[in-house]
């Protein structure tokens, strides 16, 4: 993929592992997520035509802002890491034909729980 191509997560959690540890590990992109104070931060640049989500989402909930949504791979925290990824559901998905534009989609992405 093209290194414009942002990582979404489901959390800020991921966002923040995702940016501190992810250039040791290969991971050279931008990072967001529309999770607590993370979502203040704004969407990425551009447009949002081809997105990395990373996260474990409800069922139905990335196709309604992309028509596209491709799982690519599973998550799997290793050993002796208790998170939320570890209760399983958490993947890595290739997100494209997005239902409008970062504006219009951010507000449906943001969420403080």
């Known amino acids: 993929l093209p290194p414009a191509v942002p990582i979404f997560t489901g959390n800020y959690g991921e966002a923040g592992a995702l940016s501190i540890l992810g250039p040791a590990a290969g991971v050279d992109r931008a990072v967001y997520s529309g999770h607590n104070n993370y979502a203040l931060w704004g969407p990425p640049p551009g447009r949002p035509d081809s997105v ?60 403080f729980d």
């Open 52 to 111: 990395l989500c990373a996260g474990r989402f409800k069922p139905g909930y990335l196709e309604r802002f992309w028509a596209e949504v491709r799982k690519i791979a599973d998550i799997r925290p290793p050993d002796g890491v208790d998170n939320a990824e570890k209760a399983g559901g958490a993947a890595i998905y290739l997100c494209g034909q997005p239902r409008g534009d970062w504006a219009q989609l951010w507000p449906g992405l943001r969420h």
